[in-house]
Each structure stands twice: as C-alpha cells, then as structure tokens.
C-alpha cells in the first residue's frame, strides 16, 4: 500500500502561484508513475500532470506553461508549481501514483483562484 498526503493548497489572487507537496510513504517505489489530478464543482476528476519513473513529464494543455511537476525519490515527494492561476484552475487537487494495475490517491486539497 502507498500513502499520499497533500498539502500547499488555498486561496489566491488570479495571476499569482501556488506550490502544491505530495509526502509518499508505505511501499513507494522509484518506479511507479506519479501524477496530479483536479476536480472542478461538478466536473470529472482531470488529469493536470504526471511524471514517469525517468523523469518524463506530461501536462494538460490548459497547464502548460504555468504548472511544473517534479519528483524526488530521495525524499518520496511530487511536486506541483502552479503559476500564473486562472479561476478555472480551481479546484480539489489529489496526488496519485499508478503501479502495474494498481493506484492510489490521497485525499486531495483545496485551491481557489479568485479575486
């Protein structure tokens, strides 16, 4: 089993950054894939970005060039920096990690883009 524990959400102006951490801890391994996802009020969880075990990122289109995720298997944690926020950026954002046919979420945290 793998936990995920969010943290780094909130409140924020349009146009300004927020920085989202996922801790990884029980039976994590440098090999899985990890991710971030959001849900909108009355939307479907989305895929925002994820990373390969070799460091390979992929974004939604409506993120790139704002958001960067990264990893660090020393410390067990996935990164998200969110930059030049939109409204629409707002949402429950969950950390994920995918392994063969398994995946695990974490409980997801709160960011808010508004004026």
């Known amino acids: 089993q793998v936990q995920l524990v969010e943290s780094g959400g909130g409140w924020v102006q349009p146009g300004g950054s927020l920085r989202l951490s996922c801790a990884r801890s029980?039976?994590?391994?440098?090999?899985?894939?990890v991710g971030w996802y959001r849900q909108a009020p009355g939307k479907q969880r989305e895929p925002v970005a994820t990373?390969?075990?070799?460091?390979?990122?992929t974004y939604a289109d409506s993120v790139k060039g704002r958001f960067t995720i990264s990893r660090d298997n020393a410390k067990n944690t996935v990164t998200l920096q969110m930059n030049s926020l939109k409204p629409e950026d707002t949402g429950v954002y969950y950390c994920?990690?995918?392994?063969?046919?398994?995946?695990?979420w974490g409980q997801g945290t709160q960011v808010t883009v508004s004026s």
């Open positions: 994920n990690t995918v392994r063969f046919d398994n995946q695990w």
């Open positions: 029980g039976s994590v391994w440098p090999y899985d894939i």
């Open positions: 990373m390969s075990p070799g460091g390979v990122p």
